[in-house]
C-alpha cells in the first residue's frame, strides 16, 4: 500500500444516491487507508465527522455544483452552515457563466462572498476547465487567486467540469505561481495518473478510486469523480 499517495488523496463519494451503509463503509476505508481527507456531500457530515472522530482525515464537503449558479448570499450561507457542522475544508463551483459572460468583477466577487464567509477555513475553487477555452482557464484561475482562494482545482469531477490532465495542472500551478495551492481531480484511477498530478503541481487529488490507487488492487467504483 502506498501511504505517500493516501497523504495526497482526499477520498471522495459525493453521488447523490448514495446510501448511509455506504458513507459508514467510506469512513471505514478513509480510516484503513489513511486518507488526507473525506470529501463528502453536505447532509452526510454530521455521520461522517462521527465515524473519523480521532482520525486525522480531514472532513471536507462540496457546495455549488454542478452548476455554480446559485446566488454568492446562498452560496455564503451554505458555507456557515457547513462550518458550523464540521467541514474543515470546502470545494465551491463559482458562477460560470460570469466568467462565460466577461462579468470577470462579479465572477471575482461570487468567489471572494465564499471566501469570506468562509473566515480562514480552506476554500478550494472548482473551476470547471472542461467548459472553458484556454484563455478563460488563465483568466478564471488568476480570478480566483485574486479572490483569496486557498486551492485552485481544475474541475468538480461531475457534469462538464472534465478529466484532470497534466497540462492544466501545470497551468494552474504556473497562474498561482505559490500565491495557491492546487488540487487536481477527475477521472484520476492509478497510482500512476496520481504521482504524474503530483509531479504537475498538484498538492491534493480528489478521487473515488483511492482504495485501488494506494492499494494496487481493482475497486469497484460507482462515482465517476
Known amino acids: ?79 456557515r452552515d457547513v462550518i458550523a457542522r464540521g467541514a474543515q475544508q470546502i470545494d465551491f463551483m463559482p458562477a460560470v457563466g460570469y466568467l462565460k459572460s466577461g462579468w470577470y468583477d462579479a465572477y471575482r466577487r461570487d468567489i471572494a462572498a465564499v471566501v469570506d464567509a468562509a473566515e480562514g477555513v480552506p476554500i478550494k475553487v472548482m473551476l470547471e476547465f472542461g467548459m472553458l477555452t484556454e484563455e478563460e482557464k488563465r483568466v478564471a484561475a488568476e480570478l480566483a487567486v485574486e479572490a483569496g482562494a486557498t486551492y485552485l482545482k481544475n474541475s468538480s469531477g461531475w457534469g462538464q467540469g472534465g478529466p484532470a490532465t497534466v497540462d492544466d495542472i ?41 482504495v485501488q490507487i494506494v492499494s494496487g488492487q481493482a475497486h469497484a467504483v460507482k462515482d465517476q469523480y
Not at 502506498?2 to 463503509?25: K, Y
Not at 455521520?47 to 454568492?72: D, F, H, N, Q, W
Not at 481531480?185 to 478510486?209: F, P
Open 1 to 79: 500500500m502506498s501511504q505517500e499517495l493516501a497523504q495526497h488523496i482526499q477520498q471522495t463519494l459525493v453521488r447523490p444516491d448514495a446510501s448511509v451503509t455506504e458513507i459508514e463503509q467510506f469512513c471505514e476505508q478513509c480510516r484503513t487507508y489513511g486518507f488526507q481527507g473525506a470529501m463528502i456531500s453536505p447532509l452526510w457530515l454530521g455521520v461522517v465527522k462521527e465515524r473519523l472522530e480521532g482520525a486525522p482525515t480531514i472532513l471536507c464537503t462540496a457546495l455549488g455544483y454542478p452548476m455554480g449558479s446559485m446566488t454568492a448570499l446562498s452560496k455564503a450561507f451554505e458555507v
Open 170 to 210: 501545470r497551468l494552474l500551478a504556473s497562474v498561482a505561481r505559490g500565491r495557491a495551492l492546487i488540487k487536481a481531480s477527475g477521472g484520476i484511477r492509478t497510482a500512476e495518473q496520481a504521482r504524474a498530478m503530483l509531479d504537475a503541481g498538484a498538492v491534493l487529488l480528489g478521487t473515488s478510486a483511492g
